[in-house]
């Protein structure tokens, strides 16, 4: 399984521009390209998000037939509006026309960061299935709720995609999570975030968009404060071998109920 990671520049709520950079993009060795958070709008909160928000189910369909008509699948963060709200939303288009959308369940809401402002959290996790492997979808704050990664671990995921808009005071501990999520869950953590183009409250976009395997080693990295492309070929044999070695699963307290997505013990 081949994974593309576009780090590309920051765009500043330029859907047009975006969906030619994705089209241009992908490469054809790749089996999922994935591109970062609010891909389509870029990282700008303000109304200007609600403009974009309304056309998603337009830019969703010219993505899906990229798809198809590439053969690849297509992972990328947009504003959309789901219940007459915006949410942040991370969606995956798949080549035979499947999708499904995962929405932000941790907004920021400190520092510059405020997404309460112009968006509703999400209410579940969301995955798709592609070549055999199952994906479990997050975006950026997720990041530091490790809960809703091990939901993904327990309902079977092999690789977590993390799409993100982080600046550069956010690098030391999205470079620790990262890995940290990897190792807990014993699984693949791919991480893509914006890599240069402008500033958020005067911080760059730090980059550093990465494949992490089972045991927390970084197998490909993208460069720091620049746009970079990575092509990362994932093997899944890694993961059972990280399971016998580090039980973390097996031993853990929590698990997830599955229906209604809320944690509860295993005891009585």
């Known amino acids: 399984m081949k994974l593309q990671l576009v780090q ?4 500043n709520q330029d859907p047009k521009t975006a969906l030619k950079l994705l089209e241009s993009a992908i490469s054809e060795e790749a089996d999922v390209a994935i591109f970062p958070e609010l891909f389509l709008s870029g990282y ?25 008509e590439r053969g690849v699948a297509i992972v ?6 789901v219940d007459g709200v915006i949410r942040n939303s991370a969606v995956a288009v798949l080549p035979d026309g499947d999708w499904v959308a995962y929405d932000k369940m941790h907004l920021v809401n400190f520092g510059p960061f405020r997404e309460a402002l112009y968006m509703a959290p999400g209410s579940e ?16 704050y997720d990041l530091f709720f490790p809960e809703l ?28 999570l990262i890995s940290a999520r990897a190792i807990e869950n014993t699984l693949f953590h791919v991480y893509v975030n914006w890599g240069g183009g402008g500033y ?10 990465r494949v992490v395997d089972p ?33 973390s699963l097996r031993d853990s307290l929590l698990t997830w109920d599955l229906r209604v997505g809320r944690p509860r013990s295993d005891t009585p």
């Open 215 to 247: 045991r927390g080693r970084i197998l490909a990295r993208a460069r720091y404060y620049a746009p970079d492309e990575l092509i990362v070929d994932l093997d899944p044999s890694s993961i059972p071998t990280a399971r016998l070695n580090r039980m």
């Open 44 to 68: 700008v909160l303000n109304q200007g998000l609600l403009r974009i928000a309304k056309g998603w189910q337009r830019y969703k369909d010219e993505i899906s037939k990229i798809s198809s």
């Open 76 to 81: 990328y963060g947009t504003p959309r509006i």
């Open 200 to 209: 958020l409250e005067g911080f760059p976009w730090w980059g550093g968009s």
């Open 149 to 176: 990664h091990r939901f993904y671990a327990r309902a079977g995921a092999d690789v977590i995609i993390n799409i993100s808009a982080s600046p550069s005071t956010s690098k030391p501990l999205f470079e620790t």
């Open 125 to 140: 996790p969301k995955m798709f299935r592609l070549g055999g492997l199952r994906f479990g979808l997050s975006i950026c």
């Open 8 to 11: 590309s520049k920051h765009l």
